[in-house]
């Protein structure tokens, strides 16, 4: 089934009884050649790159749930590539190439929009800091621009310019960058994958796994056993519960990290805005809500809902920044489980299970990453060697000592 | 030679004073303050007379008074001695205890309610999370009010004190002022 | 939040900062042959379980003590709360 602006029109005509299910939904064969554990925006671009780029068969993806119930759908959509360290930033920058082809790819409307992101400043050294990290962009290829006051408040005129102790001195900003539907990222994925050949197996828990001699057989899972030659796991949130089945200690905390999204209002937020001092960042959906977040809540936590402390340091960001914002009510907040890793930077590797391979400890920013984590994640499936963006990620550079800190905040999962 | 003048947390000439309704609230200029913390070994004293409060407690006795302010630490206040060397006087009546000067890192307000306790408990329930159940005379406690850290000490039902950092003076009055002022307008 | 302060009470855990999983006061010995490997765990490593996890928390805004925290991470029920003080000073008399 192709999507176009014509089936829309024919459909229309129909009285839109020609629509299909966008997936199968099989039930789980006895054995595959490559099982994905997680049937989130990662766990599908795998399945997804996997059998399309890398040509390879026999995958099917396993999910406890239904496909994007987790953090897919719980994140403030934003898709950006604005990273200074050399680990990160040709990674995510493959990552924007692929979210600027997506659509085309799989047929589906993702709602990709480069409407641009724009990371506040306050003083002389943050404008120094911005300037050498919007230059490490343009390196990577990614474009950036350093705006001074004037022209960021002829773009945007709500904020507060003089608040006393952070006034807006300027911003960096990515006009590439900017927001996704998230769902539909799922969903664009799930199909494109199942019209490949991919089993999307939902209402799969993986209960264990079956090792034998340091290689990985199979997984136990609520439907029963399914072997495998090479499974991935792709549950960031929970990789240590699902890793420690396989007897793994990870660099991971689990912490809950909190979203908010206001009633629909007229367009007036043009692209994404963060203001990473007063621990605050909004855009407004198509819809017209404002969504904005800030901070982790700060402990472990695996309850998807978080704390009223952090609710009140999120809306005085907030009122801080853009005073109108205390006009607007809130709708909905929710919490999402993030792997907090001991670098603030992911993990794509083999494990020392030969047969094994883990994606995981996406942060708070694992949603933009979702096309190049995929990607990386099939190519090191499919070829057993990590892909040249995300050579960074072997979970030994902690062992090595060549973390990729971003914040520069060491071993403490909880400030990055 | 410079003609130098103190001047108080607050950068006046003299501590500031304000009433909000029934309540006022005055920078306390003259208050000294040395912390004092026993070492492992030492015997706990009873300096001025003082029986040291346990945790969460507060006690006074002749123009001196004494707050619990963690396992074996307590904060010994001296009314209007701020200009003397309160800390030296202390360490003669702790031998052994590590006493350290404080006066000049603290601001100290004394906020007093003339309706009596309900302004004093109105307020507290504004600023800081303590539960008022158990914060009667006698109680003093570390709490953030503002996100400072401030220590509230219940001097009787209709006195309290609050004491902050002396770099964010004008912050803590800013948030006393604030509460108070809305509770006169209710 | 409130956090059971075995000396203060019922505290509102905003009062607090976290460290993390109470694990950390196992500090590797730095002479032993394996202080490396060991060091390298300890530093990078966590248990991270869904349910009761043992975490140490510093009341910051209070009476400046490390607390070592029980609680769990699915309901963030807080179970109990003792000074970290004890219960590293138990385990130095234990490995005597």
Redesign the interface.
Known sequence: MKFSGFRVFAEALKGHTGWRPLWRNPDPKPSYDYLIVGGGGHGLATAYYLAKTFGRSRIAVLEKGWLGSGNVGRNTTIIRSNYLLAGNEPFYEFSMKLWEGLEQELNFNAMVSQRGIINLFHTDAQRDAFRRRGNAMMLAGAGARLLGREELRAMVPFLNYDNARFPIKGGLMQARAGTARHDGVAWGYARGADSHGVDLIQNCEVTGFRLDRGKVRGVETSRGYIAADKVGVAVAGSSSRVMAMAGMRLPIESHVLQAFVTEGLKPTIPGVITFGAGHFYISQSDKGGLVFGGDIDGYNSYAQRGNLPVVEDVVEGGMALMPMIGRARLLRMWGGVVDMSMDGSPIIDRTQIEGLYLNGGWCYGGFKATPASGYAFAHLLATGASHETARAYRIERFARGHVVDERGAGAQPNLH | MSDLRPITALGAALPRLASFGALEIRENGGLALASMALRRGTVEPTPFGLALPG??RWIAGQGVAAL????DQWMIEAEGRAELDFAAELKQLAPGCSVTEQTDGWVAFEIVSRAGTGPIDALLSKLV?V?LA?FGPGCA????LEHM?CFVIRRSEAHIAVLGARSSAGSLWHALETAAKRLEER | MLITHPLLGLRDAQEFTYLGDARLIDRPAPSAPDAEAAFCDYVFLRDNPAGVHRELWYHEHGDRSWLVVTRDTVTHEVLGAELARNVALARTRCSK
Do not use: I, M, Q
């Open positions: 945790p969460g619990w302010t963690g396992l999370n539960d158990d406690t570390r709490t953030g850290s």
